[in-house]
């Protein structure tokens, strides 16, 4: 399972943890219930920050090499 998982590109590696982070948001945390406030809306927008930032860098390393 390992071995495939080297092989894999960035991007996808950071695209598959960003989904799996908006699945544990909406099912454990409650993002996606009808009544959410703004520090569970304001969660999810860090959240989809820290994946732009992360998918950025390693778009940007990818191109170096």
Do not use: P, R
């Not at 993002?31 to 390693?58: N, P, R």
């Amino acid at each position: 399972m390992f071995k495939s998982l080297k092989k894999m590109n960035t991007t996808n590696i950071i695209t598959i943890i960003y989904f799996l982070g908006l699945l544990f948001g909406a099912f454990f945390l409650g993002l996606w219930d009808a009544e959410t406030s703004i520090q569970k809306g304001l969660m999810a927008l860090a959240w989809t920050a820290v994946f732009l930032i992360c998918f950025f860098y390693a778009d940007k390393n990818k191109e170096d090499k």
